[in-house]
């Protein structure tokens, strides 16, 4: 049975069996490739995304349990447009291989909407589910504080 999903502000049917993972869904079915599978086990963040505002892993929510819309990176900001937080992210260099970045912006994006002059240790507890093989972690503190006008 199809299931109409929102995405970024657009009304996606998608035709898939409900326990298929959002992830897939995105990835697979809207092609929406920012959103990178990681671990598959909601350990890394890299499938980070928000459904209603809230940062939640999409390789661990089914298409059926979806309860609103989702936001993905490619809803954030656009290349022409960057968000607030995507502009921080390349004034700081945040991202090295880039790959859990996309997660990583979706985190702190949550976080900001629900606090959005955090500190450092709010920041690092929000953000200590998301992994960086690379290890800019200050990076990434620095991007959230310059976003949250928090800079020095």
Excluded: F
Aim: proline share 5%.
């Amino acid at each position: 049975m199809p299931t109409t999903l929102t995405v970024n502000g657009t009304a996606h049917r998608v035709d898939l069996p409900e326990d298929v993972p959002l992830l897939w869904v995105l990835r697979d079915a809207l092609t929406l490739t920012g959103t990178k599978y990681g671990c598959g086990v909601a350990a890394c963040g890299a499938c980070t995304v928000h459904i209603d505002g809230e940062a939640v892993r999409a390789c661990q929510v089914a298409l059926g349990d979806v309860w609103g819309e989702v936001t993905t990176i490619e809803g954030l900001g656009t290349p022409e447009s960057l968000s607030r937080l995507q502009q921080a992210w390349v004034d700081h260099q945040v991202a090295q291989c880039g790959y859990c970045q996309s997660g990583q912006i979706l985190q702190a994006a949550a976080l900001l909407a629900e606090t959005p002059r955090p500190s450092d240790a709010e920041i690092d507890a929000a953000m200590s589910g998301n992994l960086c093989r690379c290890g800019t972690y200050p990076r990434i503190r620095a991007a959230i504080r310059s976003a949250a006008g928090m800079e020095g």
